[in-house]
Structure formats: C-alpha cells, structure tokens
C-alpha cells in the first residue's frame, strides 16, 4: 500500500525536464488527473514558463477542475495578453462553467489574435 509520501515521490521525482516528460505522457495518455499532479509542482518551481501552466491548464479543463483551469490561464493572460491559445481555452473554461457574457470576450480576443476576422 501506497502512503502519502510515496505517492507525492512519485509524481515530484527527477529533473524538471523528466517531470515535463512525465506529465506530457499522463496528459497523451489521457490520464489528466495525473498530468495535474506532475505538473503542479513543476509549475510551482518555474511559475514564469508558459508551457507547463498551460498544459496544467488544458490537464485541469479536461479532467473538470474548471476553477482551478481558470486560474492558470488568467495568470497566464495576464502575463501575456496576446496568448492567443490561452484566452481561446480561458473562454471555453468560461463557456463550461455557464458564464457565456464573460467567456464572449476571451473567445472574441483569441479569433482576433489568431487573425480570425468575421467576413462583412
């Protein structure tokens, strides 16, 4: 039987590199809870990279943590307002969530940055 700590070893052991590969195979292997928990604490060690808060992110969105998706991605919206892929997924996490009027103008933002313009 698995303790706490051995658990938390687990997830947390090796380089920050191992630890992103780790996480990128739970997260192609579906397993989203368990990329979370990888990525989590890498996040944690290197709050200013982009890429493992926004696989964090998509890893929260797909396994239903949608407060917890939302607060990576503001954080990364925040940063970076021209993310484009993170105000698309800050809107779609918004949409699942049943705040429509706010999710709006995330969504509306994201088609602009990837130059998806409404034909007139």
């Keep these: 039987m698995e303790t706490q700590g051995e658990t938390t070893t687990y997830y ?8 992103w590969e780790r996480a990128r195979l739970f997260f192609d ?8 928990r990888v990525l989590a604490g890498l996040v944690e ?5 982009t890429g493992p808060r926004l696989l964090l992110a998509r890893a ?14 503001r954080t ?7 993310e484009h892929y ?10 699942r969530q049943a705040r429509h009027e706010e999710a709006e ?16």
């Design 29 to 36: 292997a579906k397993d989203y809870a368990g990329a979370a």
């Design 60 to 73: 929260y969105y797909h396994s239903a943590q949608l407060r917890r998706a939302e607060a990576e991605l």
């Design 86 to 95: 993170a105000r698309l997924m800050l809107g779609r996490t918004l949409q």
């Design 105 to 120: 103008r995330h969504l509306r933002i994201a088609s602009a940055l990837a130059g998806d313009f409404p034909e007139e």
């Design 12 to 19: 947390d052991h090796g380089t920050a590199a191992e630890r």
């Design 45 to 49: 060690e290197v709050p200013e990279q």
């Design 76 to 82: 990364i919206v925040q940063r970076d307002p021209v």
